[in-house]
């Protein structure tokens, strides 16, 4: 826990084809963080669409952003185009060199990795892109919430709410991220047991595997070329 004098500056990543909710659910924890700022940044000032098309617009650009106490990196299918952009990924890099934590939601992991973060450690993300995780060099957990010294991994699009309170429990301690939690009467009582590849029906599953199968063989593709500039050797691969 960090002393609740010193004031927290908190960062997330927008881009082109984010995941709202990869955004704006943590968004709705972190923003209230005690004694911290929580602004929002992208490429450029311009607004962008999330993958459904909802209009978000940035607090300031890249580079405009202050060494950061907390990255938050989130997903979604505009993730891809990122991949290899040397203006985001080194943006990512400097600010873990400075030593903030680093909080990624969904697929924002797999920019985490070929920004060269995850060698070694454990992390999770997307339950369709976890397979991919051994070529940035991570140890791939099948977990919601995944911590790994000062980095937190959420799994898929609304885990990240719960990696959220995770963190601000690391943060400003456990009763600050109870009281956040019961501003937003988060209690998820799900009408259905689907949520995961293990208990989804397997006619859902195979429907679900179907709709993001040319993103993932993309992902895959990526993944690759990224593990050869890495240095990563993934085996049976």
């Not at 030593?99 to 995850?118: D, E, K, M, N, P």
């Not at 991994?153 to 109870?178: N, P």
């Not at 689907?194 to 859902?204: D, F, L, M, R």
Request: one cysteine or more.
């Amino acid at each position: 826990m960090i002393a609740h004098d010193v004031h927290l500056r908190i960062g997330s990543l927008l881009f082109e084809g984010v995941d709202q909710i990869d955004l704006t659910g943590p968004f709705e924890v972190l923003s209230r963080i005690p004694n911290s700022t929580c602004r929002i940044y992208g490429k450029t000032a311009e607004p962008v669409r999330d993958i459904k098309g909802l209009r978000l617009t940035p607090d300031a650009t890249l580079a405009d952003a202050p060494p950061l106490d907390v990255l938050h990196v989130p997903g979604g299918f505009g993730q891809e185009a990122l991949m290899e952009d040397a203006e985001v990924l080194g943006w990512i890099s400097r600010q873990a060199a400075g030593g903030c934590r680093i909080f990624s939601v969904c697929t924002g992991a797999l920019l985490c990795g070929a920004a060269g973060l995850l060698k070694g450690r454990r992390a999770t993300t997307h339950w369709a892109s976890l397979h991919l995780l051994p070529f940035f060099g991570a140890v791939s957990v099948n977990e919601r919430v995944v911590i790994d010294g000062s980095y937190i991994f959420a799994a898929g699009v609304t885990s990240g709410i719960d990696g959220a309170l995770r963190l601000a429990a690391e943060l400003r301690g456990d009763d600050a991220a109870r009281s956040i939690q019961l501003y937003m009467a988060y209690a998820p009582e799900p009408p259905f047991d689907s949520g995961t590849p293990e208990t989804a029906p397997p006619a859902i599953l195979q429907q679900a595997r179907q709709a993001v199968r040319a993103i993932t063989a993309q992902r895959e593709e990526t993944a690759r070329r990224v593990a050869a500039r890495l240095g990563v050797v993934v085996q049976g691969v």
